[in-house]
């Protein structure tokens, strides 16, 4: 099966900039993360969604970002206006989470790594 | 509040020796998923075992077995006959029940792991 796809694969913008993430889970994952992972930490997850519905934002920082998910299946992160802290790698993930299977892996993407100057 | 940690920032192992990376973790829910993930250099995230809580056995998967101690909030990864390839960032991630209202993986910060020749 195709991987979780994303685009770009790297971006370099000046602060107050913005910039958009594109995000292609695998075929039939209902569940879609987006995950900001700064450099020598683990990810931290921004936002859940569950098919187009989100399911949990509360660490994502609402005045700069964005992120929606059409008819269930891609996705896009935006920020505007861009920080020099938001230097990361943004990893998109999707997972299989039948009712009956509470405990799918997730399925990463290659991940965006953003440089805001 | 739920919370993974990984005590070890870096380690080392001889190529063709076994080594261990600790994981505890910290959790009410009788119920949780405990996942390893493997990072290398090129920045995918790559599933490689995973522990349901209330599994009587210890996960096993090829060179990966996942030494789970439940009464201590451990899920160590044990990686045998390590080879060149698995110098890499390895987190361990927890994931809550379903029924909490969401399937929220959290993460250690990770473990760099360097196998020498």
């Known amino acids: ?117 | 509040a739920q919370k993974i940690t990984q005590t070890q920032p870096g380690m080392f192992v001889q190529e063709k020796e076994a080594v261990t990376l600790d994981c505890t973790y910290d959790t009410s829910d009788p119920s949780y998923g405990l996942f390893w993930y493997k990072q290398p250099s090129s920045g995918e995230m790559i599933f490689l075992i995973y522990q349901g809580s209330y599994d009587q056995q210890n996960a096993t998967e090829g060179r990966y077995s996942l030494n789970f101690q439940k009464a201590r909030k451990s899920a160590n990864l044990v990686i045998s006959a390590s080879q060149l390839g698995d110098s890499a960032m390895y987190f361990c991630a927890m994931r809550p029940p379903r029924n909490t209202g969401g399937f929220k993986t959290i993460f250690g910060a990770g473990t760099r792991l360097f196998v020498k020749a």
């Open chain 1, 1 to 117: 099966e195709a991987g979780v796809a994303q685009s770009p694969r790297y971006k370099i913008i000046e602060k107050r900039q913005s910039v958009a993430f594109w995000c292609n889970p695998i075929s039939g994952h209902a569940t879609l993360y987006w995950y900001q992972q700064i450099l020598g930490q683990g990810p931290k997850l921004l936002i859940q969604f569950q098919n187009n519905g989100v399911v949990d934002d509360s660490q994502l920082p609402k005045d700069r970002f964005s992120a929606e998910r059409l008819k269930g299946v891609d996705s896009t992160l935006k920020i505007q206006p861009a920080k020099l802290e938001d230097s990361a790698v943004y990893l998109c993930a999707s997972s299989l989470d039948q009712f009956l299977r509470g405990f799918s892996p997730l399925h990463f993407g290659n991940g965006t790594r953003l440089t805001v100057t």
